[in-house]
């Protein structure tokens, strides 16, 4: 039985929450954020090959041995007005995507 599931649509929800919240702003202004991570990295320990993000393309996902991970970037506000609180709202979205309630 699999126990957690979207974990891809949780880690991206978390991210978009993040920002949001950072930005004080539910619809995400391009010129007002900036992305603050590598292009380019490792997929984990077992990782053979690097992980490149682009545009069109910066949601990770993979697995090694029995666990999943899913990484999605977040979008750094470059004027923030709240920064309190942005780990507890990428947790707890993160979660709420798991719930049964939260799939409607």
């Keep these: 039985m699999k126990r957690w599931s979207n974990s891809t649509v949780s880690t991206v929800a978390g991210s ?25 990295f490792k997929g984990g320990r077992y990782g053979k090959e690097p992980f490149v993000l682009s545009e069109e393309n910066c949601v990770k996902h993979w697995k090694e041995a029995s666990l999943e991970f899913s990484f999605a970037p977040v979008l750094v506000c470059k004027k923030p007005t709240k920064t309190v609180g942005l780990g507890d709202a990428i947790s707890t979205v993160g979660l709420l995507n798991h719930l049964p309630f939260s799939r409607k």
């Design 16 to 40: 978009l929450a993040a920002t949001r919240q950072a930005c004080d702003n539910e619809h995400i202004q391009v010129d007002e954020v900036e992305l603050q991570v590598p292009l380019v």
